[in-house]
């Protein structure tokens, strides 16, 4: 769940800071970007160069870096911007109480009030403090903000006191995020089959018949699905970009027929399909098993190609009441028309139409422009985006029509 996630973590004052150390090797692990800001008191406890060499990037504690020779400016709005999720841990009494009241006497503080992601904190300190009614009260009021409480344990404090007050240990904070993640995923428990990119037709064993396609939209897709809580295998064709999250189940082809092998043997057990890879239509017959030479005639050369099978029709007839069905239409003309037909004809649930001559839309763009049609000949319009949003927009969709 926290592949590829973009983790703001924020160290306060307290002995527990030293946990922050373990919770970001845990985060780093798991394949998320961790960015710390600390508050000015963190750094009393923790190294900014143990934590920045952990993180793998800078650490910072001030709006105006004081070691740079130009005074570089920390952006707080960007660093909230930034984030998919924030972790306050350790979360002091202080910190907590500054939270409340919108107090903004620190980066990190600025940084929590600029931040529209969701923001975890665990809080950490003595059990007089913790039990301590405004403690009580300003933890109840970050929650009712819609603050995420990691709570705290009971043992032994750093005063050699025996109480409730102890951070959450990092393997506790590290799995309390990914269970709230997994249970607010609205894909959660789905499985879903996704093709993209490319097929290569053999020739001979140096040259094939390709396309264009480079899989992004398909692995966009494989990446969103998967940070909504799906189960995603991902069958993917030669040359094709990779997905970021470690999470996905990936399975290399080259050929049109080793792709049909594949999604028809997950097709079964797969909730969703998502056909979005440009299979050649076509193979040569017989390839040679040697470089084919030229023979100097002036004659050309012709190959005998034969139709290769039509993967979503297939899947499209084996489709179950349960199962949903999603291809793709790419078209250079005539597009609504086209898609409609292939829609009927392939039995989809869903059509991505897909024109590769619109500006900014296609094959190797980062950005894309479709319109979804459905079963009714329902068309939504997706502006211009990037292949990720566009990604989300048809899994949302998806959400949205069949899953609620
Ligand atoms: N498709 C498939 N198997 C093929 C060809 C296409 O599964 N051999 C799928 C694509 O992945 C896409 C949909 O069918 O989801 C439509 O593909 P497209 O290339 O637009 O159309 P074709 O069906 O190949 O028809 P044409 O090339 O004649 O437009």
Avoid at 149 to 157: H, V
Avoid at 368 to 381: F, P, Y
Wanted: glycine residues 8%; aromatic residues 8%.
């Amino acid at each position: 769940m926290l592949s590829g996630k973009k983790i703001l973590l924020a160290i306060t004052g307290s002995i527990a800071a030293y946990k922050a150390t373990f919770l970001t090797r845990l985060l780093i692990k798991a394949g998320a970007e961790v960015k710390i800001i600390l508050s000015p008191s963190a750094r009393d406890f923790v190294s900014p160069l143990s934590l920045a060499t952990l993180s793998k990037n800078p650490v910072l504690w001030e709006f105006f870096d004081s070691e740079d020779p130009e005074g570089k400016w920390n952006n707080h709005v960007d660093l909230g911007l930034w984030a998919d999720l924030m972790i306050v841990a350790p979360a002091t009494a202080n910190t907590i109480s500054k939270m409340v009241y919108g107090n903004c006497d620190n980066l990190l503080l600025a940084a929590y009030l600029s931040a529209k992601c969701p923001v975890f904190f665990a809080p950490a300190m003595d059990l007089d403090m913790f039990k301590h009614p405004s403690t009580t009260e300003n933890i109840s009021k970050l929650q009712s903000f819609g603050n995420f409480l990691i709570p705290s344990g009971t043992g032994e404090l750093a005063s050699g006191l025996h109480g409730e007050g102890r951070m959450a240990e990092p393997d506790e904070i590290f799995d309390f995020i990914e269970n709230h993640l997994l249970s607010n995923a609205p894909l959660k428990g789905k499985t879903i089959l996704i093709n993209a990119g490319p097929t290569y037709e053999p020739i001979d064993p140096v040259r094939f018949i390709g396309n264009h396609s480079t899989g992004k939209m398909g692995v966009a897709l494989a990446d969103v699905a998967t940070d909504l809580g799906a189960k995603v295998h991902l069958v993917l064709g030669p040359g094709s970009v990779w997905p970021t999250n470690a999470g996905i189940e990936v399975f290399h082809i080259r050929t049109a027929l080793e792709m049909n092998e594949k999604c028809q043997s997950i097709f079964k057990d797969s909730d969703l399909a998502i056909l979005s890879a440009a299979i050649a239509d076509y193979r040569p017959e017989n390839p040679s098993d040697q470089k084919i030479k030229k023979d100097g005639s002036g004659d050309g050369l012709n190959i005998q190609l034969v139709e290769n099978p039509d993967i979503l029709f297939g899947l499209g007839q084996q489709k179950t009441e349960k199962q949903l069905l999603l291809g793709f239409a790419l078209e250079t003309n005539n597009g609504i028309a086209n898609a409609i037909k292939k829609l009927h004809k392939k039995n989809c649930d869903l059509i991505v139409l897909n024109s590769p001559s619109e500006k900014g839309s296609g094959f190797g763009h980062d950005t894309n422009e479709v319109t979804l049609i459905d079963k009714n000949e329902k068309q939504t319009k997706l502006g211009l985006k990037s292949k990720k949003d566009i990604a989300k927009e048809i899994l949302e969709y998806v959400i949205e029509n069949f899953y609620n």
